[in-house]
C-alpha cells in the first residue's frame, strides 16, 4: 500500500464538511490507530502502546542491544484539519520500512515507526501530549489529570472503550531512542514558492501557549449607560488587538487569538466572563517576551481603566528547536543520492520533533504544502510529492542508521 492510498483511507476518519475533527481518544481517532496498528502487522512490524496511546512499530535491526531509530509523527487533527498534517508522516514511516523491505536493506539499529498521541492539543489544552510524556518534558501522572473541553480527564478518554487504548497490546516502556526523524507536509508556501519537492528544517520555533481570563459585570444591554459598563468582551478585544500590534511590531512573530468563550453569551447581555487562548510564535525568543511584556502592561491599564478583573496564565512555553546538524547532513546525502534539490526551511509550526529533539539527535523533512495552506479542509500536497518524501525518508533512515551510535 503506498503513501498516496494509506492517506486515503485515513481522511475518511473524522471527515465532516468542514475537514477532519480526528480528535484524541475519540473514536475516529482511536480508529486511525487500530488502522496504523493492523497496517504496521501486515508489515511484520511489532506493536506495542504506551500509557498514554503512543503507538511504536518496530523493525528489528541486526546490532542487538542497539536503540532504536525513531521515524513518525501524529493522527489527530485540529477540528477543521486537512488530510496529510501529520497522518502523513506516520504513514510514510510506514512506507519507507516497506521500501526497505523491497530493497533487502537491513539497518543496524532498531527502526519504530511511531504514532504520537495528541500533537495538536485540540481536546486536551497540551500540545505534543504524547512525544512530551515519552521524552520524559510532561510526567505522564500529571498528564493524565488534564480535563479536556468534554470535562473527560485523559485517563477517563483512555479507558474508554470507544476512544482509549487499543486491546492487547504489549506496554512499550521507556524512552530509548537513538535518533528521531519526521517527515511533514511544510504547512506554508517556501517549498512550493520555490518550486522544490523537498526541504531539510533548520529549526522548529520557540512557542507559547496562554490563556487570559477577563471577569467583568453582565447587565441589561439596553439599560446600563456606557460610561457604567465592566464589559469583558470589549476589554478582551482590546487585549486581542494591542497582541497582534505587539506581534507585528516585533516582526518575525506570530501571534493568535483562535479560541473564545464569552458568557452569557447573549445578544442582549453585557458580557461577563471571557477566556480566550494565546499562542505566540518566533524563532528568536527575546521576540517573545517582549510581546508578553507589551500585553502585561495592555492588561494593566485596561484592567484599571475597565474595572474588569484579568488573569493571565501560560501553560506551554517551548524554547525554539534547532535539527542536529549531522542529521540534516544525513538527509542531505540521502536526498542527493535521489538527484533531488532541496532547501533548508524554518518551520513556524510545531512538531513532536520539538520533544524528540530535547533527548536525541532530531531531524525533519518537509514536502511542499499546495498554497502553503493548512489546519484547513483546503490543506494538499501533491502525490508526486508524497511519494519523493517517502523515498527520501527511506535514504535518510539507512543514512542516519550510519551516523548515530
Ligand atoms: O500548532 C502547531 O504548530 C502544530 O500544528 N500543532
Ligand atoms: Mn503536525
Ligand atoms: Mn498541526
Known sequence: MNVVERLEALRT???????????LLTPPERRARALFASWARASGLHVTQDGVSNLF?????????????????HLDTVPTGGAYDGAYGVAAALCALDVLDVRGVRTAHPIEAVAW???EGSRFPLGCLGSSVFAGLNDERTVLEIVGDDGVTLAQALA?????????????????????????????????????SLGIVTAIAAQRRLRATVTGRSGHAGTVPMAMRADALGAASELVLALERAAREQGD???????????????????AHVVFSIDIRSPDEAKLDAIEARLTEVIARVRKG???????????????????????????RA?????????????????????????????????????????VSEERTADR????????????IVEVDRVVD
Do not use: W
Open 57 to 73: 512499530a518496530r523493525r528489528d535491526g541486526t546490532r542487538a542491544n542497539a536503540q532504536p531509530i525513531l521515524v513518525g509523527s
Open 160 to 196: 474508554s472503550p470507544e476512544g482509549g487504548l487499543l486491546e492487547g497490546l504489549p506496554m512499550r516502556t521507556g524512552r530509548d531512542v537513538a535518533a528521531y526523524l519526521e517527515l511533514h507536509v511544510e504547512q506554508g508556501p517556501v517549498l512550493e514558492d520555490l518550486g522544490l
Open 253 to 271: 512573530a506570530v501571534a493568535t487569538v483562535g479560541r473564545m468563550l464569552v458568557e452569557p453569551n447573549g445578544t442582549n447581555v453585557i458580557p
Open 13 to 23: 476518519l473524522g471527515a465532516h464538511e468542514r475537514g477532519i475533527d480526528r480528535a
Open 117 to 119: 498521541a495528541g500533537e
Open 306 to 332: 475597565r474595572g474588569v478583573e484579568i488573569e493571565l496564565e501560560a501553560f506551554e512555553r517551548r524554547s525554539s528547536t534547532p535539527m542536529t546538524p549531522a542529521l540534516r547532513d544525513a538527509i542531505a
Open 385 to 396: 510529492d508524497l511519494l519523493l518524501g517517502v523515498e527520501a525518508l527511506a535514504n535518510a
Open 335 to 375: 536526498i542527493t543520492t535521489q538527484c533531488e534539490a532541496y532547501a533548508d526551511v524554518p518551520s513556524g509550526a510545531g512538531h513532536d520533533a520539538m520533544s524528540l529533539g530535547k533527548i536525541a539527535p532530531t531531524a525533519m523533512i518537509f514536502v511542499p504544502s499546495t498554497g502553503g495552506q493548512s489546519h
